[in-house]
């Protein structure tokens, strides 16, 4: 019997790691990571060539998103075609299917009333291989029908086929049925399209935002109106993270290609957190939100765990391909995180900066082999806000002004990490991945695992979208201006089907409070099993 050939993926040997490891990570690569963190003296100059390669270099055709990178791979010859390909099914039940699927040999998943092989495809897969490994045996349904155009689900799927699926209707609730029904008629409502009016505006505001931090720093020799200066800019960081957001759900212009260049100047260029480093990550999250082993937006040892779980065992991390760190600084964190949320927040940028920088080069957590969607321009973009930051950072006229102008820049950008974090730590977590059936498909893990947090209609725009978080997981397409309309819809459709999970909402005190509690009640368990890892390593000798 011929070796079925195995398709290329991520592959790295485990080790223990923490999202915060790269921070002490030096070396070589460190050395040349600072390069792009010095001053150029034609700053400008790199600016105007940087705005023309974004905006007129074509792309080649080949080059398609990666929104979680996507790895590079030689395609096998037919005659190396996988066994399970040879024996082609004509009909398979939830269950041959769950137990014949694996995502390395044989990766299966069920859309709709059909089965479909995405063995080779997910290496190529503009959503990132991970997205389809963790679905891998399981219904797709929704997790395809809500992060994809129209285009896709009507041709892009036929090369895919594998065979139908026989009891197709078995394991779907009213309540599912009643949502895939709903989605096509706001699709039909135009609930999906965009108001550039909208974003018109918005832009706007963002450039008279940067500007008057520019002002602020060049026309002004007073203290205070330079701290005032970098508030201005850590709100304006916030606000244009927002948009970078959109344009990472291609939200906007529902155009990958046009999305995904916008994102490089409003996320890269802007803010210096690298779309392609986000993406990666936050498709991932939609997915599998709130998993212990699978989302990566709530794996945050060794400082912060968001269920005792964390603490229990050494937690392998398939978005890291690393068993998360478990050591007695984890213990330590965790049992006073309640106390440093919010100081850890107000510097977390600085992670984020150094896990865009180390995405961009592949170093670190991300020295696998994978294809990221335009390196090239992650690397110059990322470069080009460094660039821009410096040098406006050096214009100030001391270096008291220029640390409090730099240091307040962040703190305030640090709200928008609370925001990020907020709709998701107070909720319940789970081990594993869930699409098994009704009882925890699609529509009970994304409301079980999210919270919307309430506030009046003129703070919309200081929340950026990110407070409707049940809205937005259930149908993350939706413009951002849409969001407050599709709340609506939603809360009438959970009273209609009460067996679904609760459907929280908090005002924005609130749900900072239940969150502190969620972090307060799990650091409780920190001690214990520390204590428990103490007397582990004792008889270990």
Partial sequence: MRTPALPCVPVRVPHTVSRFESLF??????????????????????????????????????MCLSSATTVVSNKPDAAEEPAALVAKASSMTREEVRMRAHPDTFLLIIIGERIYDCTRWQAHHPGGALTIRALCGKDATEPFNTTHPAFVKKGGLKGFYYAELKDGKKAIDKATIAYRELTVQMEDAGLFQTDYTYYYFLWARLALMFSCVVAGVTLSDKLWVHALSGAMLGLFWQQTAFVGHDLGHNGISHDRTIDSRMGLFFGNFCTGIGIGWWKRGHNVHHIVTNSVDYDPDIQHLPVFAVSPRFLESPIFSTWYNATLALNKSAFFFVGIQHWIYYPVMAFARFNLYVQSLLHAFGLGAYDIKEKVYRRDLQIATLAGFWTWLVLLTLTLPTWT??????????????????????????????????????????????IAGSMDVDCPLWMDWFHGGLHLQVVHHLWPRIPRHNLRKVQKILVSFCKEYPH?????????????????????????????FSELFEDSINMSG
């Fill in 500 to 528: 679904l999970p609760k459907y929280h909402r908090y005002g924005f005190f609130e749900a900072n409070c239940v969150m502190l509690s969620k972090l307060k009640e799990v650091s409780k368990t920190a001690t214990s």
């Fill in 25 to 62: 990570w030096g070396g070589k690569q460190q050395t040349a990571l600072m390069l792009f963190i010095g001053v150029p003296r034609r700053g400008c100059l790199l600016v105007v060539l940087l705005a023309h390669k974004l905006l007129f270099e074509t792309q080649p055709s080949s």
């Fill in 401 to 446: 002004s220029r640390v409090v102008f730099f240091i307040l820049a962040h703190n305030v950008a640090g709200i928008l990490h609370v925001q990020i974090t907020l709709s998701h730590f107070a909720m319940p977590s789970y081990e594993g991945v869930t699409y098994d059936d009704s009882a925890n498909g699609f529509l009970f893990t994304q």
